[in-house]
Antibody, heavy 118, light 112 residues
Framework: EVQLVESGGGLIQPGGSLRLSCAAS????????MNWVRQAPGKGLEWVSL???????YYADSVRGRFTISRDNSKNTLYLQMNSLRAEDTAVYYC????????????WGQGTLVTVSS | DVVMTQSPLSLPVTLGQPASISCRSS???????????LNWFQQRPGQSPRRLIY???NRDSGVPDRFSGSGSGTDFTLKISRVEAEDIGVYYC?????????FGQGTKLEIK
């Protein structure tokens, strides 16, 4: 059974850093394309970042240069390193899987809440 | 960025009645490979999103057949043939053809 479990969220001051994790089971992270998607409180969904199975990475303009997506194949885990955090980064962060280019966001995790506030 | 516009944003429906959500994109979603990467997601209250439909009209495993997707180019529709209580939530369309991937604003389905 495919499962995605996010962790690492919390309350952080503006300008701070946080690393989110997404532990996968039931499939191999490195053989899939993996996304981060966020949802600000009471708002809609926003795609944040993608890492292809081959290792190429992509970012939304709003986070490029501040966030870094990566994975640890030995731990079958996806990460999102978030630096220089801003109030507008406050959101629930979800990881979601793309088994291949034509099959997008088929499984999602339960999300982890990041609150950026002083 | 491709703008995805959903309508209506709020959809009150009587149980057992049909419902329809429109999603329009600012550019054609036909990819160079011939596929159209338009997906529909359901987000029930307090839950994470769940994919219902991929590539316009393909229903995911376990999704009731009362859900159907249709459309082409820039105009797409999600239909529920007979709304049930468990269908309450917010529905999002999403395009995966152009970078970055973008979502519609969401349509909140509620029971009258």
């Amino acid at each position: 059974e495919v499962q995605l479990v996010e962790s690492g969220g919390g309350l952080i001051q503006p300008g701070g850093s946080l690393r989110l994790s997404c532990a996968a089971s039931g499939f191999t992270v490195s053989r899939n394309h993996m996304n981060w998607v966020r949802q600000a409180p009471g708002k809609g969904l926003e795609w944040v970042s993608l890492i292809y199975s081959g290792g190429s990475t992509y970012y939304a303009d709003s986070v490029r240069g501040r966030f870094t997506i990566s994975r640890d194949n030995s731990k079958n885990t996806l990460y999102l390193q978030m630096n220089s955090l801003r109030a507008e980064d406050t959101a629930v962060y979800y990881c979601a899987r793309d088994p291949d280019y034509s099959n997008q966001f088929d499984y999602w995790g339960q999300g982890t809440l990041v609150t950026v506030s002083s | 960025d491709v703008v995805m516009t959903q309508s209506p944003l709020s959809l009150p429906v009587t149980l057992g009645q049909p419902a329809s959500i429109s999603c329009r994109s600012s550019q054609s979603l036909v990819d160079s490979d011939g596929n159209t990467y338009l997906n529909w997601f359901q987000q029930r209250p307090g839950q994470s999103p769940r994919r219902l439909i991929y590539k316009v009209s393909n229903r995911d495993s376990g999704v009731p057949d009362r859900f159907s997707g249709s459309g082409s180019g820039t105009d797409f529709t999600l239909k529920i043939s007979r709304v049930e209580a468990e269908d309450i939530g917010v529905y999002y369309c999403m395009q995966g053809t152009h970078w970055p991937k973008t979502f519609g604003q969401g349509t909140k389905l509620e029971i009258k």
